[in-house]
């Protein structure tokens, strides 16, 4: 049935969904982009996940709706 309009996301999913939403404007993105990236397990799993499994630079690929 899904979540009630208005209703905080709760799951990993539902979250990661919502902020598109919340991060329209350009600026707000940068922003949430650069505080991100300065968290060093966040800036490792990026890292990490831009080598792809054979370490050979490989992209992963990532939904944005």
């Given amino acids: 049935m899904g979540r ?5 996301p709760v799951s990993p999913q ?3 969904s919502a902020i598109p939403a919340l991060a329209q404007a350009d600026e707000v993105a940068a922003e949430v982009c650069g505080d ?3 968290r060093p397990g ?3 799993q990026v890292h990490l996940g831009a080598q792809g499994p054979s ?3 490989r992209a992963r690929q ?3 709706r």
């Fill in 55 to 57: 370490g050979r630079g």
């Fill in 4 to 8: 009630p309009r208005g209703a905080p």
């Fill in 36 to 38: 991100l990236t300065r």
């Fill in 42 to 44: 966040v800036a490792e």
């Fill in 14 to 16: 539902e979250k990661i």
């Fill in 62 to 64: 990532v939904t944005v």
